[in-house]
């Protein structure tokens, strides 16, 4: 029934969309949904590459049945263990007893834990090859991008590269499963909002990964979310490589928090001052209002991050420490940093933004501003002079 797209000879997409879910880990916006991709290849052997998240299995279990066409599923390749990937293995080992898992050491103590599956297991190490008929296989491991279990499968007759969660997006696919075949144009900021929520921490085992990988010729990424990139790989390839390596574009992001607008009339002051000073690229966040997977993905984006908030219990307004706890965890890196802050009665959000910029090592730009109570024309002039400084610095950088 199903006319399933074939990605090369034989090579078809059997993923699914997902629509419904609101929250991607129950915590990450999915506006544009996400998909969770699948790939069989069918061969002297037949092989599907990783499942599909469990609440999908049933589509999935009936479009796998179409494309084998009466055969049976000799190989299941477990590139990534986690459940959106891998929720579905337990219903297909029921309903093709006979497959053999391939997965690493790491992946078959997820497997037990997870599926209580224990047998039926093929091991594979760094550079193993498998033989299916004209396809021949070999297998890295990448680990950290984005679990330790994490491994890619490269197809070298055709060129593909099944990259488990690497080069994923968010964002379901419309219809096209190839880029070539569709307007990719929304997905570049679903990308980078997707590498800063779930794989942001990991750029150090990323970098590891590309430099691996770019030893092979690569013509095709068969991410386990999002479009299949052929046309667009590179640049898919290059974003990665940017995120990765924390390397923010010419702009700024502005992130505070505000009770009743007194520094968020700070924020605007900076901003003027940014856009008149040249900047271009300004975005604004009110991490009241932002979600956090927003704000991430502009601090991701950005070179130059601003940050304000006021003193509340004697300490950072508690928007503000929520989202300077997910910058740590995710250890951004080289960001040109400026801050401000206010009080009523006594300061504290100043020095704790100070603090945290020391420890994260980042460059600090201009004069910090703290204002008690309302903007006056001297705080105004200061928080002016703080986006001339960061505009300034953004134009000596580039
Ligand atoms: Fe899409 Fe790390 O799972």
Redesign the pocket.
Known sequence: MYKLKEIADKVYYVGVNDRQKALFENMWPLPYGVS?NSYLIVDEKTVLVDTVDVCYSDIFLKKIADALDGRSLDYLIVN?M?P??AGSIRLLRQQYPDVQIIGNKQTFGMLAGYHNITTGLYEVKEGDTLSIGRHQLSFYMAPMV??PE?MVTYDSTDKILFS??AF?TYGTLDGGVIDSEMNVEHYWEEMIRYYSN?VGKYGNPVQRALQKLSALDIQTICS??GPVWREYAAKAIDIYDRMSRYEGEDGVAIVYGSMYGNTEQMAEAIAASLAANGVKNIVMHNVSKSPASYVLKDIFKYKGLIIGSPTYSNRLFPEIESILDKIETREVKNRLYGYFGSFTWAGAAVKNLAAFGEKMKWEVVGVPVEQKQALNADKYAECWALGEAMAEKLKKEN
């Open positions: 969770y990534h986690e959106d990937h984005h679990w994490v488990a969660d994923g779930i386990t979310h």
